[in-house]
């Protein structure tokens, strides 16, 4: 089933498109203070070949695939980003296995990105993967890949939280997504989105709402935690080394 179904609202490009080429970034620095510009090509492709099929396949078949190898199925700018924001493919798979408990399970993963987790989730296991994320050139990349590598149970949507219809999920996956409005400008994926703790607050007072109203046997899955504790109603059932940090399941277990 497509994200449109669970989303109030999807802002992407066409599908249609036979090569996806994006503009990095989509728009100027607005800083008040110039900082010292890093690379920035004008435009980009997702790259394609033989291997990079290979490595699909590989991961498909549950083989162990380093993330060297994974990310190169990215344009060059976003494998720059990856050891910092994107989720790494063991520990996707293990989040994957935690969240989804049967062929079907719904799993939105809050903040996307460039839709690592949910790539790597759909082609490994039953679930159905949604990313939101808030920057529309990162999901229109993002789904660009998975309609190359027809992982038809990985979609993304253009969003924020409040375009999250909380109910329609059974599961949901945190990588500490509001921890980048405490980055200082140089520090963040770039700067088309509007960035402060103030924010970060307000998210964080959205997503607990949403999990507190979530229907009873909800799991949440966090990485690198989630600026505070879930809502009383749910208890840790694990805690696990993964990765650079600690991997927690929790479940909604009272109303």
């Not at 890093?38 to 290979?54: D, S």
């Not at 679930?127 to 990162?138: I, M, S």
Request: proline share 5%; with cysteine; aromatic share 10%.
């Amino acid at each position: 089933m497509r994200a449109e179904a669970y989303l109030r609202d999807r802002s992407r490009g066409s599908d249609d498109a036979p090569l996806l080429q994006l503009v990095w970034p989509p728009r100027a620095w607005t800083g008040d203070i110039a900082p010292i510009e890093p690379p920035r090509p004008t435009r980009f492709e997702i790259p394609t070949g033989v291997l990079l099929e290979h490595t699909i396949a590989e991961v498909r078949a549950q083989q162990i695939v380093d993330d060297t190898r994974f990310d190169a199925i990215y344009p060059a700018r976003i494998r720059e980003l990856s050891s910092r924001y994107w989720t790494p493919v063991s520990v996707a798979r293990r989040a994957a296995e935690l969240l989804v408990r049967f062929g079907g399970t719904r799993v939105l993963d809050v903040g996307s990105g460039a839709g690592k987790f949910c790539l790597v989730g759909a082609l490994t296991s039953p679930g159905a993967f949604v990313g939101v994320e808030q920057r529309a050139h990162l999901v229109e990349m993002a789904q660009g890949i998975a309609d190359r590598y027809a992982v038809a149970n990985a979609s993304y949507v253009h969003g924020d939280l409040t375009t999250v219809d909380w109910d329609a999920f059974d599961a949901f996956y945190f990588f500490n997504p509001f921890a980048e409005n405490h980055f200082s400008r140089l520090e963040r994926i770039d700067s088309t989105v509007t960035l402060t703790p103030a924010r970060c607050e307000e998210d964080l007072a959205i997503t607990f709402d949403g999990l507190a109203r979530a229907r009873l046997g909800t799991r949440v899955v966090t990485y690198h935690g989630l600026r505070g504790d879930l809502p009383e109603s749910y208890e840790r059932y694990s805690c696990e080394s993964c990765g650079t940090d600690m991997l927690e399941l929790w479940v909604k277990v009272r109303a």
